[in-house]
């Protein structure tokens, strides 16, 4: 039924769009509905219906207006229907603006979760020492590690500047910089062959311990589907250090020998890649929940180990240098934010 043909009382709907039409405004998209005489301008993005009210008002030549939204509540009178409409919207707009402000600005989160780390190569070199005349053995174990557990824990504080809306029909994007510190652990443990072949397979397992800081540019997607979740993707770039704590190398042929004894601690660094993607949601003005799937690269790395120090037990050995490959993080990550 369209505006001209609606019943009205006092000349209120003459003026409107015809009743079941989707208008836009500031943004938003907005449908008009005439029901049991009262005009209705209802949101599609939020929960919110405004009133044109077709019932006598304290003028008959004014229309009673009325707005109703979580907390926020309005009634004005104005002499024009249209005008009346029109305000409406703005107050619909004020009102959504109250409800959920804008994120931009400084903000604080800490999050945890757990994945895994890929399978990740793993090399073991070193020299066993004899006895003169005989000559030393050069050792060369070359093998790989299977995918294990990794949980992950982190903090993170950033700047959210302020959305640009892409289209009139609510969506928006957005940008932050930011800068994370993550923890991660993992103990892959490696199955090496050994060149030369006699002495077998080494089996080598070393608790990692990472520590990362890197700076990322997050991008924002808001959709008119409802301004209180945000979509988010992220890359960043920064430096892991890995420390490994109680290594163990091992060989059956050897029972009750660690090759690493002397020194099972050590240390060593690389690039730090991630990727992360997910979905943010506002739970008051200041605080959101976040959940996300992210993927973080470490560069490989090398670690020497000490010796072999078993007098009597085992001939003595050089330093051992243990290369560990790229690692390959996939985690699921939850945590809450503070904005400022």
């Not at 895994?116 to 590690?145: K, W, Y």
């Not at 420390?243 to 090759?259: D, L, Q």
């Not at 050590?266 to 979905?279: D, E, R």
């Given at each position: 039924?369209?505006?001209?043909?609606?019943p009205?009382?006092?000349?209120?709907?003459?003026?409107?769009?015809?009743a079941?039409n989707?208008?836009?405004w500031q943004?938003?998209?907005?449908?008009?509905?005439?029901?049991?005489?009262?005009?209705?301008?209802?949101s599609?993005?939020?929960h919110?219906?405004c009133d044109?009210?077709?019932?006598?008002s304290?003028?008959?030549?004014?229309?009673h207006?009325?707005?109703?939204?979580a907390?926020?509540q309005?009634?004005?009178f104005?002499?024009?229907?249209l005008?009346?409409?029109?305000?409406?919207?703005?107050?619909a707009?004020?009102?959504?603006?109250a409800?959920?402000?804008?994120?931009?600005?400084?903000?604080?989160g800490?999050?945890?979760?757990?994945?895994?780390?890929?399978?990740?190569s793993?090399?073991?070199?070193?020299?066993?020492?004899t006895?003169h005349?005989f000559?030393?053995i050069?050792v060369?174990?070359r093998g790989?590690?299977d995918?294990?557990?990794?949980?992950?824990?982190?903090?993170?504080?950033?700047y959210?500047?302020?959305?640009?809306?892409?289209?009139?029909?609510g969506?928006?994007?957005?940008?932050?910089?930011?800068?994370?510190?993550?923890?991660?652990?993992?103990?892959?443990?490696?199955?090496?062959?050994i060149?030369p072949?006699?002495?077998g397979?080494?089996y080598?397992?070393?608790?990692?311990?990472?520590?990362?800081?890197?700076?990322?540019?997050?991008?924002?997607?808001?959709?008119?589907?409802?301004?209180?979740?945000?979509?988010?993707?992220?890359?960043?770039?920064?430096?892991?250090?890995?420390?490994?704590?109680?290594?163990?190398?091992t060989?059956?042929?050897?029972?009750?020998?660690n090759?690493?004894?002397?020194?099972?601690?050590?240390?060593?660094?690389?690039?730090?890649l991630?990727?992360?993607?997910?979905?943010?949601?506002?739970?008051?003005?200041?605080?959101s929940?976040f959940?996300?799937f992210?993927?973080?690269?470490?560069?490989?790395?090398?670690?020497t180990?000490?010796?072999?120090?078993?007098?009597?037990?085992?001939l003595?050995?050089?330093?051992w240098?243990?290369?560990?490959?790229?690692?390959?993080?996939?985690?699921w990550?939850?945590?809450?934010?503070?904005?400022?």
């Amino acid at each position: 039924m369209s505006a001209e043909s609606a019943p009205a009382k006092n000349g209120i709907a003459r003026n409107l769009p015809a009743a079941g039409n989707f208008i836009q405004w500031q943004g938003r998209k907005v449908k008009l509905v005439l029901e049991r005489g009262i005009w209705r301008a209802r949101s599609l993005t939020k929960h919110l219906t405004c009133d044109i009210v077709t019932r006598p008002s304290p003028s008959p030549h004014m229309t009673h207006t009325s707005l109703s939204s979580a907390g926020f509540q309005k009634q004005i009178f104005i002499r024009n229907p249209l005008l009346a409409l029109m305000t409406i919207l703005s107050l619909a707009s004020a009102a959504s603006s109250a409800d959920i402000p804008d994120s931009k600005g400084i903000y604080f989160g800490v999050f945890g979760g757990v994945g895994s780390l890929d399978e990740v190569s793993m090399d073991q070199v070193g020299t066993v020492i004899t006895p003169h005349p005989f000559p030393d053995i050069n050792v060369d174990g070359r093998g790989s590690a299977d995918s294990v557990v990794a949980p992950i824990a982190g903090v993170q504080f950033g700047y959210e500047f302020k959305k640009l809306d892409i289209s009139t029909s609510g969506w928006s994007i957005g940008m932050a910089a930011e800068v994370e510190g993550l923890y991660l652990t993992a103990e892959p443990e490696g199955v090496l062959d050994i060149d030369p072949y006699f002495l077998g397979t080494q089996y080598v397992s070393l608790p990692l311990n990472v520590g990362a800081i890197l700076v990322n540019a997050v991008f924002n997607i808001r959709t008119p589907f409802s301004e209180a979740v945000t979509l988010y993707g992220g890359v960043g770039a920064g430096y892991g250090a890995v420390f490994v704590g109680g290594s163990n190398s091992t060989n059956p042929s050897e029972p009750g020998i660690n090759h690493f004894n002397s020194e099972p601690d050590a240390s060593s660094g690389g690039l730090a890649l991630q990727a992360k993607i997910g979905v943010r949601a506002k739970m008051s003005s200041n605080w959101s929940v976040f959940t996300e799937f992210r993927h973080i690269f470490i560069g490989s790395t090398d670690f020497t180990f000490g010796e072999t120090d078993y007098p009597g037990q085992h001939l003595p050995t050089t330093k051992w240098n243990v290369d560990l490959g790229e690692q390959n993080y996939n985690l699921w990550v939850a945590g809450l934010s503070y904005h400022f």
